[in-house]
């Protein structure tokens, strides 16, 4: 993680430091090495959020665009005392979680559960695989950017992703930040539509909380 707490401070991690996790309150160190983005570790990560995925530049990336008091914020369920660390939380109560390793679909029901106003952005980019394919399969976006897509071979991408949250799919700058609108998991036909990035990020900001009324991989 980026941001510990230092009496009382969020700070980052800088060589020999030590602090405290946000989540559990456990003791994390700070790692500062040469290739990866500095951050903090846990000495046992046991009673830590399981939900948190190690950061890679592309998390890191993607939190930064937005402000840093936005970025790791522990959100809790105050009857059950559930707790867990959202990627980004907006004032208005938006949580927008970057996924890059794939999760088992129970786990994505039980994070849309947990959080009532959530997106997804899920790294496109893991394999060229996927973003090649996607985009060989593409139709020619219309005028308001929305091509129609048939999906196959094994990947599993828009069949896993398929959920009831908004989805939005990051295959690059070549192949485009993408928006998931329609999956079909028989005929494993879909429709996306291309989402620039920095329009994306301000209607974010902007207090909204609801991205439902474009679609979502599994409208009707
Ligand atoms: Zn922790």
Known sequence: MRFALLEGDRVEA?????????????????????????????LSRELCDPWWETESEWHRNWKNRFPITWQEVRCQNTRTGEWHIADVKTPSGLVIEFQRSSIHPDEIQLREDFHRSLIWIVDGCKNDFDRFNFSNMLSRPNEDGIAHFNWFGRSTLFKRWHTTKPVFIDFGPEHGFWRVLRFDLSSKRGMAGIVNIDSFVQLACSGTTDFSSVGGPATE
């Open 14 to 42: 800088s060589p020999k430091l030590r602090a405290t996790c946000p989540g559990c309150g456990a003791e994390v160190i700070a790692k500062c090495g040469k290739h990866v983005s500095w951050h903090w570790s846990h």
